[in-house]
């Protein structure tokens, strides 16, 4: 895709993924966590990464495999939004707590589900919307 | 007692009837200036703009060195690293910005990724304010780190078209110089300040009406160098799509404005004493001040401006792309000093 | 808490560091059986006008489109490094998307550990930019209808010698490909005097 392609693509991906991890933030984030707050983490964490993901690592791997930018992609979404989520919400009396690793799961398992969403929109072509192969 | 404090209320009264007439005054300069500018640049841009720049760039220059130096500690105390980084930014951020093209015209660089130079310096110039901003609000204690995700938004514009972002900073450089006034109105004229900030609603009708009359005009005819050379300075190269009249009417509006406050409104506001008196510097009135130096830098600043005068009259055209070039010092100049009056 | 912060800003700075080194990554070889893929250089808009009188296809453009065109051509290299593939829009979109995600990371991270009043005015701050960010975005994207719905009507427009207008693609090809125009026939919708 070339780099039009790529920008064109970004609102809508962008609206499609927090409408999958919201809901998921929403539901399994620790108690110590509000809903106004799972809310804009569901938005705002999407926000910081889908840049790198959408944008920068798709034009640095074009000439590789596109297994090899999946795998970049996806450990650095996950990893990136654990960090910036402890550094946004995280407190020294919840280190290394039970709460904290239950709030690192939840942001992974959302990445998942939105990776598999895009997967399958992927294999149906996005119904037409971008000339994605 | 009863005549006492009539004196009192009488002079109070007479006090605030000149106040009110002196916002007036104020006012009313400020309408007919601003109207006036606008009408010229609509009418004649091109010629507007040609006198202008002869008649008043170098003068404000001047003004703004002046400036510079009025507000200059003897000591640098806490604000040593806030004016280090200022001074060191100011200085390889202007050899840069002269370094591209005098690389080009020397034949080293053949001009390959302009964009990408251009985004590079113009990053340089964003990080720059970003320190200058943290370092100034330290000082004051307060916390602006706020400014960092601005920077970094703002870079990523950057890139996104470095050529239309260069071009946003000529378009937004004019309006600092509003904002240094309106400092410098809460300081010595809050009296003004209600009056100025009400006639600075008219700027974006201005500009509006300028756009609804000229969006679809002529463009100018730039089939001479110098003509084109203004065109292209207004963004004609960027937004072809639009008019050169109206890129050069509201550039040329917008320089005016500019130079009107600093030859204008700033000496005749913020001015302590007359601009001729070395003395009424604070760096060459102190007993460990540097009144020769302050005073051997103000004289050599005339020199430049009368010698920008011979350069116009004996070759507008490549005095002026001198004279822009160059002039980027006093733009980046202007960041620290207004941040100084935050 | 106070030494995490740092340690972990590290880590988000090495995270992205790392990004860079992972760009050596040799390539595995491709066999080709099918001809290799264009490489865009330029987006811009088409009309296909259909011209009864005409004897030649011709192609029209304007000087300033072509002073684009140039300009995009100009950049292409036959045999560009790796760094050089990248050095064309690609570089300023990744250095874009980079300054983006730390602008809405900082943002976040500034206005949750913010006090309210102060949040409140660095919101409408940011909201600014991302709304001028949108802008841009939208801009640069050309944004609009996928291609497929602008040419959709090109059978029924042919047929009826009107013009049709929609995205286009400047894609340079291998030596020996010639010149064509590959207009997207997924949504081609078929002219009414055709039956079933």
Known sequence: MSSSELWRFFPIGYLFTILIETPILLVGLSSRHSIKRRLIAGIWLTACTYPIVTLVLPLFFVHSSRNVYLLVAETFAPVAECVLFWLAFGDDDHLNKPSMYRDFAVITLANLASFLGGELLNAYHWFGLFGVA | ?342 | MKKFIPVALGALVVLSSALYTLADIPRPPKPSPTPAAGKPVLHTELTIVPDPKGSEARLQIAPSDLKILREALASVDSNPTTWERLSQSSTRTIIAGAFLFLSISLAGVWLARSDRRRSRIAAAVVFGVALVGAASMIANANAGPPGTYLWRGLPQALTEGKSTNGGLDIEIMPEGYGMKLIVPSRDFKKPDHQEE
């Open chain 2, 1 to 342: 007692m009863e005549r006492t404090a009539n004196l009192g209320l009488v002079q109070w009264q007479r006090s605030r009837v000149q106040t009110r007439r002196s916002v007036g005054s104020f006012a009313l300069l400020l309408v007919v200036g601003v109207l006036l500018s606008a009408t010229l640049a609509t009418s004649i841009p091109l010629q507007f703009s040609i006198v202008t720049l002869f008649l008043f760039a170098g003068p404000h220059n001047w003004f703004e060195l002046r400036y510079f130096l009025m507000r200059l500690p003897l000591r640098f105390g806490r604000s040593r690293n806030f004016f280090l980084t200022a001074f060191t930014g100011i200085a390889l951020l202007t050899i840069a910005y002269l370094s591209l093209p005098l690389l080009y015209y020397a034949g080293v660089w053949t001009g390959h990724n302009w964009p990408t130079a251009i985004a590079t310096w113009n990053t340089l110039l964003l990080l720059w304010l970003g320190l200058l901003i943290s370092l100034r609000g330290k000082q004051g204690r307060r916390n602006w780190t706020w400014c960092w995700p601005v920077v970094f938004a703002l870079s990523s514009l950057n890139w996104l078209g470095p050529e239309l972002f260069s071009l946003a900073l000529v378009y937004a450089h004019p309006l600092v110089a509003l904002w240094f006034l309106d400092r410098h109105l809460r300081r010595n004229r809050p009296e003004w300040l209600q009056s100025y900030r009400r006639c600075l609603l008219m700027l974006p009708l201005i500009v509006a009406a300028m756009c609804w009359r000229l969006l679809g005009s002529q463009s100018l005819a730039d089939d001479n160098g110098l003509a084109w050379r203004i065109t292209q300075h207004a963004g004609a190269d960027l937004l072809p799509q639009l008019s050169t009249h109206l890129l050069v009417t509201v550039h040329v509006f917008l320089e005016t404005l500019h130079y009107g406050v600093w030859l204008l409104a700033l000496p005749l506001i913020a001015s302590r004493g007359s601009i001729w008196k070395v003395k009424s510097i604070p760096l060459a009135r102190h007993a460990r001040g540097f009144p020769r130096l302050i005073g051997a830098t103000l004289i050599g600043g005339l020199f430049v401006v009368a010698l920008l005068w011979l350069g116009f009259s004996t070759n507008y055209a490549v005095t002026r792309d001198v004279y822009f070039a160059v002039a980027i010092a006093h733009v980046l100049a202007e960041a620290p000093f207004l941040l100084r009056m935050l």
